[in-house]
């Protein structure tokens, strides 16, 4: 299963990757061509706590609970910004000139955020289709009803 996932490059510039998710038996592997953070936390997570991994689905699962959570975290940065943007254009006050700048300047941060919550919205849509799969999946590998309730929840909004 492969989705692609949003999370901050170099400079803390959004961008997306693809990262595929192999189950095989109770391991799950990961191929991932960057290290979004959401990797490091939810290791960091497993380390810290005695979680009940006991299959690669389980491992699975506790990961995208984390990347969900990241992408909430973007999601909440992207609504302040965007809300201060929009005081700051309502509530502009001095010479026309000047004016003229700051709404330059914030036409361009407009732009930027519209570019990371599109990011945001394909990383959405990517992490629902897989989530659709896997619960085909756990159906099918007959993994119990617990883990199959806790993967068919996100796919049923």
Do not use: W
């Amino acid at each position: 299963m492969t989705a692609t996932l949003l999370y901050l490059g170099e400079a803390a510039e959004a961008k997306t990757t693809p990262v595929s998710f192999i189950l095989s038996g109770a391991r799950l592997v990961t191929l991932r061509y960057a290290e979004p953070r959401a990797f490091p936390i939810f290791a960091a997570r497993c380390n810290r706590q005695e979680p009940n991994l006991g299959s690669g689905t389980a491992v699975l699962m506790g990961l995208l609970d984390t990347i969900v959570d990241r992408l909430a975290d973007f999601i909440e940065r992207i609504q302040g910004e965007v809300e201060t943007l929009s005081h700051s254009v309502f509530e502009n006050k001095g010479a026309v000139a000047a004016r003229q700048r700051r709404f330059d300047v914030v036409l361009q941060s407009i732009g930027r955020e519209g570019e990371v919550a599109s990011k945001a919205r394909e990383s959405c849509h990517s992490l629902g289709r897989l989530l659709t799969f896997l619960a085909f999946t756990v159906n099918e590998r007959k993994e119990g009803k617990p883990l199959y309730a806790r993967v068919r929840a996100p796919c049923a909004m």
